[in-house]
């Protein structure tokens, strides 16, 4: 049985080994990403580097919660390598200890991780995506990086001045504030009445705002407008449920955004996709430390295998495009969103498994 102090010891290298990788892949993502931001952004009037290294830090939550599977997966594959160079493999096998037993340490630590991720950095994430959308918002960027509407971005409101469909290229304020707003409106026998383009509409109580607007009316022509606004009877919640980011909502908020969306009639596919994706992100985590231990874990005298290595990357990797391309399944409807989430990361922890029972006890 596994002392505490190997336990501890282990648990230990795998977190700074971890921590370190966390480090090194979010500089250079941020490098990447304010370089690229910048790039598109800098002849906005508005725009200055304080506010593209602000909004490239805002993202960083976001993206890390994206690359922390490859990180566990190379962090783990980097802890047992050590470890095997440095024979303390050899010595903890040499004393009785099996492989679960020293593998039990790096699966816990990589299930808290995901639980962390879940819990702590997701929330964080979440308000922090909402402010970027709005920043991006407010700097004129109507396709940037992220609050892009993924889903079909048409609304429709009747009133008694007649019916007004609503689109718009970008959103922040989970869906309260537009961006490239369009609102074609139709009086009550269905002919078209006039075409508002704004650059910006923001709900309130009742009514929208729209700023910065060109008006096309009966005769085809444009005229510039400051400001219009349109009466409505959209709940907030509606609004919100229909074109917010699932991204945008916290791992906390979901279950209920989830339900209110229900009863609003509207597709809660990509909340829960969201959701359940979230709760699967630990077991997803184990499953990419134990594909990590399937080529990492064999003592080689000269050196590990660079052919072993690289089939361990491709095989997290294909996990993880499996990973995206079931969550992609279950926010469209055609898988649940449940079986989704906790397939692909049930399948790989049972391969993983699999493979090391086949190595380690025949």
């Known amino acids: 049985m596994i002392g505490i102090t190997l336990w501890r010891y282990l648990f230990r290298r795998y977190v700074v080994m971890t921590f370190w990788f966390i480090l090194g892949v979010l500089a250079i993502i941020y490098m990447v990403d304010f370089t690229e931001f910048s790039s598109r952004a800098s002849r906005l009037p508005g725009y200055t580097i304080g506010l593209g290294a602000f909004l490239s830090l805002l993202r960083l939550p976001n993206i890390m919660q994206e690359t922390v ?132 509409a923001s709900l309130e109580p009742g009514r929208w705002i729209l700023s910065d607007v060109t008006r096309f009316g009966d005769d085809g022509l444009p005229a510039d407008v400051d400001e219009i606004v349109i009466k409505t009877n959209l ?58 231990a399937t080529v990492s874990l064999k003592f080689i005298r000269f050196g590990q295998s660079g052919t072993v290595i690289l089939a361990g990357i491709l095989a997290g990797f294909l996990l993880y495009v499996v990973t995206v391309l079931a969550k992609s399944f279950g926010t469209a409807g055609a898988v649940p969103p449940f079986v989704a989430a906790w397939l692909p990361a049930i399948v790989a922890s049972a391969m993983g498994v699999t493979v090391l029972l086949h190595k380690e006890d025949g």
């Open 69 to 200: 599977p490859f990180i566990i997966l190379f962090s783990s594959m980097s802890v047992l390598l050590v470890l095997n160079r440095k024979y303390e493999l050899v010595v903890a096998r040499s004393a009785g200890i099996s492989a679960w037993q020293f593998l039990m340490p790096l699966c816990a630590a990589s299930f808290l991780m995901g639980v962390v991720m879940a819990t702590m950095v997701n929330p964080f994430s979440s308000y922090a995506l909402s402010k970027v959308q709005e920043l991006e918002l407010g700097l004129g960027i109507k396709r940037g990086t992220v609050g892009t509407i993924e889903r079909p971005p048409w609304l429709r409101q009747r009133t008694e001045e007649g019916i007004t469909i609503i689109g718009a290229d970008k959103v922040a304020r989970r869906g309260l504030l537009l961006g490239g707003a369009t609102f074609v409106r139709f009086d009550n026998d269905g002919s078209i009445t006039e075409r508002l383009d704004a650059e910006q």
């Open 235 to 292: 709940r907030p919640e509606f609004v919100e449920e229909s074109l917010a980011s699932p991204q945008s909502i916290s791992f906390f908020e979901l279950p209920r955004k989830i339900e209110v969306a229900r009863s609003f009639g509207l597709g809660a596919n990509a909340f829960a996709m969201q959701y359940q994706s979230l709760l699967a992100l630990p077991l997803l985590l184990v499953a990419m430390t134990l594909i990590a």
